[in-house]
């Protein structure tokens, strides 16, 4: 088609228009636009009554950039709109916040849109919080609370895929908008995007999200590499532009002088596209050739191989850069020709052919399932979209079999790594297997089955017998050698296989083999914390209170938490504090807070008639009107004078001291509250000769300096620093965290003020947890 002319895509400026500010009558007459665009019905009254619920939800809430909250949830369903989704998504992309941030509830809105789309909107809700395990630390809190998120929305996506594209779509319209975060939660978010949620896209085979999302997470992450590359990409863009205009007006001539119909346009790579080859192959943005790709877009399969022979004819092709994906589908279905050859000029370029179909699919990915329906399920995926989604079922096998989340989290990360390439071997059978690149024998024998795994006692590559730690190459062909006489794996194989699904099989092996050993062991260690906390077992043993542990962490029976409890996959702590806690639900204390405050109370009156002191609290502290109890400040929060407080009634402590907006305070279980207890500060006069330590976070620009105007304002106040921590990230913003000592909030106040007016501060925060 002549006629067509490309447009030369740079991804720059993609990226600042989409961060663009639009008013949000404007963004939802431009939603309602792009609906009406490609779905088959006219009728947008859920769309409608969705926008106007979702705008009376939100009303009074302002995103971090100081916009109207409805704006994200309008970029949310734009973006689903995008990918031409079903009106059931782009209501739920409309509403996924309301649960989490309003008082709307799960079941108005099931009420009023169906429960579909409530079951959509609940799988993209976080979780609230989580009851917390003694000795936990705030990293310990948020690795919980991140993985405890990824199960629900992995068992949620298993129950209906789309709750992954409302999230995809969530978590990229919140990467364009990152820069009113602040540099820690940028790093934070862009981390977990690059991690999680890019690899899923790029799963799903959802490139139009994926490669934006990309870039995005790029720019915070690495932003001294991002704008390098936006510079000499952009530094002689026109000439560029000139170079791949020129290319594609001489292959679309060729291809339709060979009589094929064809669309042909051209375009820069995206930028963590061509830092992946860079970091991959150890190489400077000079030394990546293939920078540019041309793609061409024909009606049959037929065709793209004719359009090969026309390109082959055209231009020299580099030896060894051909790839079939169109006889050899990538993991996710991607089907392309691809080719690299050398321009006129001697500049290499990339060339992918496909078909229309082939595009869309592409583009869309598992998406395009649901376009143009009127009513879709995401609960029926067809077959053709099954081995798009084998990796979820294999996460989903994880989830089970593992209770720490640390561990989930590592294996989750390792197998989603966007880093790692991929090799494409052949069984004897001709059958097509995607496995990491350096995966050996034994992860091939995995990724059949694991029997086959265990049972493994060597390998033949291409006929050939080879050591069972061969690097598998491309177009192996692989038969494994297995024998009924094999002891199993050894331990040795996790040091040699590549695949996370290979490891997982060989620890699995190895857990249920020891089975018997592990159930005694953490018998044992069960046993033995229970000696150690003066914790009488067989009360805990009510067939309900153990239910609540099969529950929480997904067993069948008592043996397999004893049996994970062995072999270190769980534990023992976390099992009989779960028992404990239903134990104390149907148990009621024997000492109500009162007694407990007025043994302790006694207990100082007996120290005071030993050791006479001064008639008022040593720690400048009222509890219930009772000065002078054993009381502690809690290192959480670190409470000072004019801070509203809470005393919480500890197990052989006495009474912790916390401030009223410590996040240990506010997550408290239920069962636990019941311990807090009023506490206040004595008169200022009677404590003011008290100093109480206290700690808050400097964010400023970094220059030379700082460190030392800091030090001179607290010296000018004279306030005694007890430590100081500092980093600096590369983008030049620094974060102080300083520990110090004063006599009340007033005090603090003044020193926050004057170290706000210290060149370079941004912004000042007490540390609340």
């Given amino acids: 088609m002549a006629e067509e002319k490309s447009a030369v895509i740079f991804h720059d400026e993609k990226i600042s228009k989409a961060e663009e500010f639009v008013a949000p009558e404007v963004l939802y007459q431009r939603l309602i636009s792009h609906v009406q665009k490609y779905h088959p019905s006219d009728d947008i009254s859920m769309i409608a009554k969705a926008y106007a619920m979702a705008s009376e939800a939100h009303a009074d809430q302002l995103r971090k950039s100081g916009e109207p909250y409805i704006i994200h949830p309008l970029n949310v369903a734009t973006i689903l709109a995008d990918l031409e989704l079903d009106k059931e998504t782009i209501v739920a992309g409309l509403l996924h916040d309301v649960v989490e941030d309003t008082i709307m509830t799960e079941e108005d809105l099931e009420r009023e849109f169906g429960t579909d789309v409530a079951l959509l909107v609940d799988g993209v809700t976080k979780l609230e919080k989580l009851p917390l395990t003694p000795g936990w630390d705030q990293s310990d809190v948020k690795l919980e609370m991140q993985a405890e998120n990824l199960r629900k929305m992995f068992l949620a996506m298993a129950k209906d895929i789309r709750v992954i594209m409302i999230k995809l779509a969530d978590r990229l319209h919140n990467m364009r908008t990152l820069r009113y975060q602040k540099p820690e939660s940028q790093q934070r978010i862009a981390k977990e995007t690059l991690e999680i949620y890019c690899p899923i896209a790029q799963r799903l085979g959802i490139s139009k999200i994926k490669t934006e999302l990309d870039d995005l997470s790029l720019k915070y992450l690495e932003p001294e590499v991002y704008y390098d590359l936006v510079d000499k990409i952009a530094a002689r863009k026109s000439e560029r532009e000139q170079y791949i205009q020129g290319i594609v007006d001489e292959v679309r001539a060729h291809v339709e002088n060979a009589g094929i119909q064809a669309k042909v346009d051209g375009r820069v790579k995206h930028f963590f596209s061509i830092y992946k080859k860079m970091k991959n192959q150890n190489k400077t943005l000079d030394q990546i050739y293939d920078l540019f790709a041309v793609r061409i877009i024909v009606d049959t399969v037929k065709d793209c191989y004719a359009a090969l022979g026309v390109i082959h004819e055209m231009y020299k092709p580099i030896p060894g850069r051909f790839k079939d994906y169109i006889a050899m589908p990538k993991a996710n279905m991607y089907q392309s020709l691809h080719t690299t050859l050398i321009g006129s000029s001697g500049q290499p370029f990339e060339v992918q052919i496909r078909t229309f179909e082939m595009h869309k699919a592409a583009e869309y990915g598992i998406a395009a399932h649901w376009k143009y329906k009127e009513a879709s399920d995401g609960k029926h995926v067809e077959t053709q979209e099954e081995e798009k989604l084998v990796w979820l079922r294999q996460i989903l096998e994880w989830q089970r079999d593992m209770s720490d989340n640390k561990e989930f989290m590592n294996l989750l990360k390792n197998d989603l790594d966007l880093f790692s390439d991929n090799v494409y071997c052949f069984t004897p059978s001709g059958e097509v297997k995607n496995l990491p690149a350096g995966s050996t024998p034994i992860d091939f024998a995995y ?30 062909r692989i038969e494994v050698i297995t024998s009924q006489n094999s002891k199993g794996p050894s331990r040795d194989w996790l040091n040699i296989v590549k695949s996370t699904q290979a490891k997982n099989k060989i620890n699995q092996w190895f857990k249920n083999e020891l089975k018997e050993d592990n159930i005694v062991k953490g018998k044992e260690l069960l046993i033995s914390y229970c000696k150690a ?49 239903a134990y104390d639900k149907e148990h009621v204390k024997e000492l109500t807070n009162e007694e407990v405050l007025q043994s302790i109370a006694e207990a100082g009156n007996a120290r005071a008639s030993m050791h006479p002191t001064q008639g008022h609290s040593r720690s400048g502290i009222v509890v219930k009107g009772i000065a002078d109890l054993s009381v502690r400040f809690s290192k959480c929060c670190s409470p000072v004078p004019g801070d509203e407080i809470v005393g919480f009634v500890t197990r052989g402590r006495g009474i912790s001291i916390h401030r009223t907006d410590c996040i240990n305070v506010l997550t408290l279980p239920e069962l636990e509250r ?37 030090a001179k304002a607290m010296t000018e106040k004279n306030i005694n620093i007890l430590s100081m921590n500092t980093r600096t990230n590369k983008q030049g913003q620094a974060t102080l965290q300083l520990t110090f000592e004063i006599s009340n909030k007033e005090e603090l106040a003044r020193i926050v003020d004057k170290i706000r007016g210290i060149e370079s501060v941004i912004d000042i925060e007490r540390t609340s947890s």
């Fill in 533 to 581: 906390k003066g914790i009488n077992l067989p009360d805990l043993m009510k067939p309900d209170y153990v239910s609540v542990v099969l529950r929480k962490y997904g067993f069948r029976d008592w043996e397999s938490v004893l049996a994970a409890v062995g072999h270190g996959a769980l534990k023992e702590g976390q099992v009989i504090n779960k028992m404990q806690e």
């Fill in 447 to 476: 990724s059949i089955h694991s029997a086959v795994g265990n049972k493994m006692v060597g390998a033949r590559v291409n006929g050939k017998l080879v050591t069972i730690d061969y690097e598998i190459h491309n177009g192996d």
């Fill in 674 to 710: 019941d311990r807090l207890i009023d506490a206040e500060w004595q008169v200022p006069e009677e404590i003011a000769a008290e100093k109480y330590e206290t700690e808050i976070k400097i964010f400023a620009n970094d220059r030379s300096g700082l460190l030392a105007d800091i």
